[in-house]
């Protein structure tokens, strides 16, 4: 039997999960719209004994914002690139995390949240590999949203599930080692620790690049390149309500750089001591 908790993030509770009846439960976004057979292909993947949680497939549905900018395209286009990562992650063993959109865990499972500031779709669903069972990807249980309204409201929407990831990781540190946790300590440190980290190595890489260039023409041939992407970025921040803007080689360099400007922030709040618990729907 399945339970199906239709809630918001952080108003997942100790007496909902207590009152499901369900051998597993499945958690969504209220703002999804499921597929007529995504529970059922949630679930098949439960006949695996080894399989603690599963993944679904979250889907933009890009029509629903024909007159928003160019942050629709390039959330479209990064999380597609992230569910590669995550069936591939998935074939290897276990996939990072879920996403809150769609995805399952057996009840038993299930690990209450004691700090309201995490993004408690990680905190719940890491804990399935980090008590010995596997967290797959599943393409087929598909789960409609709508896309992101605006770039400034969607930079802030990253800020605060960077500022709740890391500390989610922090609260999840000791899967960072792959003696006890195999291969999955070593999947959290590239696709969440290193991740989080990429704004200050892009930071570290162009001061850098200036220092090198100073006595080398190849350093600045790619000092050049450098600046050249962050200029497409900026014409694509300056053109995101253009048609212009929608143009991939703009709206990619730009989104890139919006979500690493968001990390870095979500990190200098983090460091700082200010930890986000609010959540605010930020997208119609």
């Known amino acids: 039997?399945?339970?199906?908790?239709?809630?918001?993030?952080?108003?997942?509770?100790?007496?909902?999960?207590?009152?499901?009846?369900?051998?597993?439960?499945?958690?969504?976004?209220?703002?999804?719209?499921?597929?007529?057979?995504?529970?059922?292909?949630?679930?098949?993947?439960?006949?695996?004994?080894?399989?603690?949680?599963?993944?679904?497939?979250q889907k933009y549905r890009l029509e629903q914002n024909p007159n928003g900018d160019c942050a629709s395209e390039?959330?479209?286009l990064y999380w597609t690139y992230d569910k590669w990562i995550k069936q591939l992650e998935s074939k290897l063993g276990?996939?990072?995390?879920?996403?809150?959109?769609?995805?399952?865990?057996?009840?038993?499972?299930?690990?209450?949240?004691?700090?309201?500031?995490?993004?408690?779709?990680?905190a719940i669903s890491a804990r399935v590999v980090t008590q010995g069972y596997r967290l797959v990807y599943e393409p087929e249980a598909v789960s409609y949203e709508n896309p992101p309204i605006s770039s400034d409201l969607e930079f802030w929407r990253k800020v605060r599930v960077a500022n709740q990831s890391m500390n989610g990781i922090l609260?999840?540190?000791?899967?960072?080692?792959?003696?006890?946790?195999?291969?999955?300590?070593?999947?959290?440190?590239?696709?969440?620790?290193?991740?989080?980290?990429?704004p200050f190595f892009l930071l570290i890489a162009f001061v850098i690049n200036i220092l090198l260039s100073l006595d080398s023409d190849f350093y600045k041939?790619?000092?050049?390149?450098?600046?050249?992407?962050?200029?497409?970025?900026?014409?694509?921040?300056?053109?995101?309500?253009?048609?212009?803007?929608?143009?991939?080689?703009?709206?990619?360099?730009?989104?890139?750089?919006?979500?690493?400007?968001?990390?870095?922030?979500?990190?200098?709040?983090?460091i700082s001591g200010k930890r986000i618990t609010t959540w605010l729907p930020e997208r119609e």
């Not at 609260?171 to 980290?197: C, D």
């Not at 143009?247 to 990390?263: D, S, T």
């Open 74 to 76: 390039g959330e479209n």
């Open 94 to 122: 276990s996939t990072i995390a879920a996403d809150g959109s769609i995805y399952a865990i057996r009840k038993h499972l299930f690990v209450p949240i004691s700090d309201p500031a995490q993004a408690d779709d990680f």
């Open 221 to 270: 041939i790619i000092l050049l390149l450098q600046i050249l992407f962050y200029v497409l970025a900026f014409i694509g921040y300056k053109a995101r309500n253009l048609n212009l803007g929608r143009v991939k080689i703009f709206y990619g360099p730009f989104y890139f750089c919006l979500a690493n400007i968001a990390v870095l922030l979500g990190a200098i709040y983090l």
């Open 171 to 198: 609260h999840l540190r000791e899967a960072l080692n792959p003696f006890k946790y195999g291969f999955y300590g070593i999947e959290l440190l590239s696709h969440k620790v290193l991740r989080y980290l990429v």
């Open 1 to 57: 039997m399945i339970s199906f908790l239709t809630l918001t993030r952080k108003s997942v509770s100790d007496q909902a999960v207590k009152q499901a009846r369900g051998e597993v439960l499945v958690f969504t976004d209220a703002n999804a719209i499921l597929e007529e057979r995504a529970l059922r292909e949630l679930a098949s993947n439960f006949y695996d004994p080894e399989v603690g949680g599963v993944c679904g497939n």
